[in-house]
T-cell receptor, first 114, second 114 residues
Framework: NAGVTQTPKFRVLKTGQSMTLLCAQDMNHEYMYWYRQDPGMGLRLIHYSVGEGTTAKGEVPDGYNVSRLKKQNFLLGLESAAPSQTSVYFC?????????????FGQGTRLTVV | QKEVEQDPGPLSVPEGAIVSLNCTYSNSAFQYFMWYRQYSRKGPELLMYTYSSGNKEDGRFTAQVDKSSKYISLFIRDSQPSDSATYLCAMSGWGGGGADGLTFGKGTHLIIQP
């Protein structure tokens, strides 16, 4: 009963380094999202995908890229990490019929950029 | 001004008390109103959702929506220490399809004192 799995759970990066966060869901959901959660800012949408091979920008897309080559996976990339990208990153997925109400979240990835 | 405003708290109440959590919003297009619960170091989970105005009850939880005032509430009766968590309101303009993610409040940190 995995649901949404995020890899890695923790990571420390140096400024300028790159990394990829992996999200995998086993619920056959069409929609997938990447959010970041910062103290005092709440959850903010970075990028999202409404199906395999599609991606779109959310509220705070700058500095991030995404890809969805397979329906079950949604990758978030940081090309050149900055301290402002220190955050907790959550991946979520939704079935088509409930995409406006229920999102299933992963456990989060805690990223620190020093 | 953000589209969704929510007092971050913390809100501390004794066990057994009735808890009232609230959000205000500015976007008239919102039709679906959700409450998510997030335990420390976990991803958010959907508690309940309401379509348009009105009340919805689920066990000890009652959600209320007043679209005329752009105000939503979550009431928790007979509060338990296990209810201690961050409660996030979320909103969207549609139920299924055409997804561009949910708009979240910042979350209210609730503490139930035994």
């Amino acid at each position: 009963n995995a649901g949404v799995t995020q890899t890695p759970k923790f990571r420390v990066l140096k400024t300028g380094q790159s990394m990829t966060l992996l999200c995998a869901q086993d619920m056959n959901h069409e929609y997938m999202y990447w959010y970041r959660q910062d103290p005092g800012m709440g959850l903010r949408l970075i990028h999202y995908s409404v199906g395999e091979g599609t991606t779109a920008k959310g509220e705070v897309p700058d500095g991030y890229n995404v890809s969805r080559l397979k329906k079950q996976n949604f990758l978030l990339g940081l090309e050149s990490a900055a301290p402002s990208q220190t955050s907790v990153y959550f991946c979520a997925s939704s079935p088509f019929q409930q995409a406006g109400t229920e999102a299933f979240f992963g456990q989060g990835t805690r990223l620190t950029v020093v | 001004q953000k589209e969704v405003e929510q007092d971050p708290g913390p809100l501390s109440v004794p066990e057994g008390a009735i808890v009232s959590l609230n959000c205000t919003y500015s976007n008239s297009a919102f039709q679906y109103f959700m409450w998510y619960r997030q335990y420390s170091r976990k991803g958010p989970e959907l508690l309940m959702y309401t379509y348009s105005s009105g009340n919805k009850e689920d066990g000890r939880f009652t959600a209320q929506v007043d679209k005329s005032s752009k105000y939503i509430s979550l009431f928790i009766r007979d509060s338990q220490p296990s209810d201690s968590a961050t409660y996030l309101c979320a909103m969207s303009g549609w139920g299924g399809g055409g997804a561009d993610g949910l708009t979240f409040g910042k979350g209210t940190h609730l503490i139930i004192q035994p």
